[in-house]
């Protein structure tokens, strides 16, 4: 079993600066707007050779006016449930409040290691004033940090660590990261907790409801993978708060680390602009992309439906059409294991490596019944063509006048590898070079 550490507190005490620093990474979003962090937020650290996961958490609090109360509640709950050791933190700026007292009351029955953290500690007369956290009953050791800068943090590390074994955090570095993305309220989370067969995520109807971007190693069905839920993407015109801006912003670098892209539309609205400028931006970046279209229960069929809504789809992604399309539906799971499958079997196909001697016995043959067209008298030979040493899939035709070759015919040339070699929802790069 894994090594976990569970930060939890009250709203604004600074959880998610101290797990951003433990880390080593800005993956929590830090604003001075309390209620930012939702859902549970994982992640990886290392002290002293001892390897653990730490879960960042939503504020717990009572009878506030938050609408997304009770289910950052019980992702606080269940972060308390699956944590091995506890860090509760607290402010030294504002001293104990009734949310410490009424959360305190909560740790004081759990049956494992509880320490108070005392952060914002910058000066000694801070350390003074920290000295009234006693009062909660908490544990006998009193660890005061400053999670900005970092100080007292070693002591507490030290003592967190002394109840791990030795390092059991496996690396997921290796494992392929597939990321499902898409515009607000498409039903992300919801296809998440659907495939987790848990409540990992919180959904509601409104939109905006995910801030951070979410890891999760998947290792049911024989798979091993890790799957990332991200914040939607809305255009940069609707995008009025600094936190969503982050979100936002949080959710592009998730597609830039991923391997492979899940896409998801909303059946009763169809593929709108925002969906394909998503899409161009998976494709910018050379991620796999599997297309699924959710919701797809609330839709009316008859036996022209998905043909119809198939080729409007292929139509507004043109020229890259070779990409997977699956109807599903988070709320009654149908299909999704399928696109799963689907999204695997895109990252197989991008990790393709084709023999030099094979691709040129093929290509060489299709160039020569079709040759580049003439341009100003010029004629273009392609003599040799070779598979680029990349992590997505890219081609080099050597010939004789590369600048003659236009976009129509790279095209050509791209369709034929597709035709022979499946590299289906993976984009492709065809560059010309002088031989």
């Known amino acids: 079993m894994s090594n976990i550490v569970a930060i939890v507190g009250r709203p604004n005490v600074g959880k998610s600066t101290l797990f951003n620093r433990l880390i080593g990474k800005r993956r929590a979003i830090v604003n001075e707007e ?25 504020g717990y609090v009572c009878n506030s006016e938050d609408i997304f109360e009770e289910e950052i509640n019980k992702q606080v709950l269940l972060a308390i449930d699956e944590a091995d050791v506890i860090l509760f933190m607290v402010d030294t700026e504002t001293g104990i409040t009734d949310l410490d007292q009424n959360f305190a009351r909560l740790l004081r029955n759990i049956n494992k290691p509880v320490y108070v953290v005392a952060n914002k500690v910058d000066n000694s007369e801070q ?4 000295q009234e956290f006693y009062r909660l009953g908490i544990g006998e050791e009193l660890f005061c940090i ?28 290796h494992l392929p990261r597939i990321t499902i ?14 495939l987790l067969g848990q409540e990992r995520n919180i959904v509601t109807d409104i939109a905006g409801t995910t801030r951070d971007t979410l890891n999760t190693r998947y290792t049911q069905f024989g798979y091993d993978f890790v799957l990332v839920d991200t914040a939607g993407v809305r255009k940069k015109a609707k995008v009025n708060e600094d936190v969503e801006f982050y979100s936002v912003m949080r959710s592009i670098r998730a597609i830039e680390d991923s391997d492979v892209c899940l896409l998801l539309l909303d059946a ?25 279209v959710n919701k797809w229960d609330l839709i009316e069929k008859d036996n ?4 119809q809504y198939e080729n409007d789809i292929r139509e507004k992604i043109s020229p890259f059409r070779d990409v997977d399309i699956i109807f599903a539906s988070a709320l009654t799971k149908q299909r999704l294991l399928k696109a799963l499958e689907t999204a695997l079997r895109v990252y197989e196909n991008r990790q393709q ?6 691709l040129n016995k093929v290509m060489l043959e299709a160039i020569e019944n079709y040759p580049p067209p003439a341009t100003k008298g010029k004629f273009v030979k392609i003599k040799y063509v070779a598979q680029l040493p990349t ?14 070759v236009r976009e129509p015919y790279k095209r050509f040339l791209e369709n034929k590898i597709r035709e022979n070699w499946d590299f289906k929802g993976v984009p492709m790069q065809i560059f010309m070079r002088k031989k």
């Open 146 to 173: 400053s999670s900005m800068s970092g100080s007292g943090t070693g002591d507490l590390l030290d003592k967190v660590v002394s109840h791990f074994q030795e390092s059991t955090v496996e690396d997921t570095d």
């Open 391 to 404: 992590h997505a899939p890219s081609f080099a035709f050597y010939c004789n006048l590369p600048q003659y």
């Open 127 to 130: 350390l003074y004033d920290a």
């Open 268 to 292: 009763t609205r169809g593929m709108e602009a925002q969906d394909l400028n998503i899409f161009h931006l998976i494709e910018r970046n050379q991620k796999g992309v599997v297309i699924v």
């Open 304 to 307: 022209k439906t998905l043909l």
């Open 34 to 58: 309390s209620g930012v962090t939702r859902d549970r937020n994982y992640g990886k650290s290392e002290w002293n050779g001892k390897e653990f996961s730490v879960i960042d958490t939503g």
């Open 353 to 358: 490596k084709i023999k030099t001697s094979e």
């Open 181 to 194: 993305v898409g515009r607000p309220n498409v039903g992300k989370s919801s296809t998440i907790n659907a």
